[in-house]
């Protein structure tokens, strides 16, 4: 019990090579996938409501809620291994590059969405939160498991490459024709592309908006993108 709530902290994950997954569906898509799961929690009150055959122990509500990293713990929570990447192929039409991603609802929701549209390739600034924070894999609502990522220096892993991405003085969406294999390029919500990368990319678009907000959350403004990439990938 008391490794697994040290998960909850990233020098502790890194130290087991493991990480937590908490609620239903993280779990049930966990279980499914090629990591290797160790332990499988859950409450009385959680199998109240949620038949399951894959529990591994029953705890007590205080418990579960010492273990979670959410302020109401969903009551079913998974301890698996980190997935070695060594062997992936990178060789596919669109890679997500992710440029200081803080905010860990943004990285698991912008992993979420280039699920949705087929993306399943990232590259992490090595200042983006941890992949593996909780609260980024509940976010993408099981989307994880069906991705890969490591962490690198963008400016060197864009070099010579066919790199784009939004930017506020770019040429409108609409008009844009993408050509692959593409690096898609997402800054953060905070501050934007960070400017050594500005001159790696060879298109730089925008979204046109109508309104009076000053920018887009970083997930929205790539799911429109990604909407385009796809499209174009299978019309």
């Known amino acids: 019990m008391k490794k697994i709530a040290a998960l909850k902290v990233q020098k502790y ?3 087991y090579d493991q990480f937590c997954v908490e609620g239903r569906k993280g779990v049930e898509e966990l279980i499914h996938s090629d990591y290797v799961v160790h332990n499988i929690l859950a409450t009385e009150k959680y199998l109240e409501r949620n038949s399951s055959s894959a529990i591994t122990e ?8 010492k273990l979670s990293s959410f302020t109401t713990a969903p009551g079913i929570l998974a301890v698996a291994s980190m997935r070695n990447t060594a062997h992936v192929n990178w060789d596919v039409p669109v890679i997500c590059c992710l440029d200081g991603i803080s905010d860990p609802g943004n990285l698991g929701t912008i992993i979420r969405t280039a699920d949705w549209f087929g993306f399943h ?3 992490l600034s090595e200042d983006c939160t941890d992949f593996y924070n909780p609260k980024s894999l509940s976010a993408t609502m099981g989307s994880f498991t069906r991705c890969y990522f490591k962490y690198a220096d963008l ?3 864009l070099e010579n490459k066919n790199a784009a991405a939004c930017v506020l003085n770019g040429f409108a969406i609409a ?11 997402i800054g953060s919500e905070s501050h934007g592309i960070r400017e050594s990368l500005l001159p790696k990319l060879r298109d730089k678009i925008t979204i046109p908006g109508y309104g009076g907000a000053e920018s887009l959350n970083a997930a929205i403004a790539a799911g429109i993108v990604m909407e385009k990439l796809s499209r174009s990938l299978h019309r």
């Open 13 to 15: 994950r890194q130290k």
């Open 58 to 65: 029953i705890i007590s509500d205080s418990e579960m809620q």
């Open 121 to 123: 390739h990232f590259l």
């Open 155 to 157: 400016a060197t892993e």
């Open 175 to 185: 008009d844009w024709k993408p050509e692959f294999p593409l690096y898609l390029v």
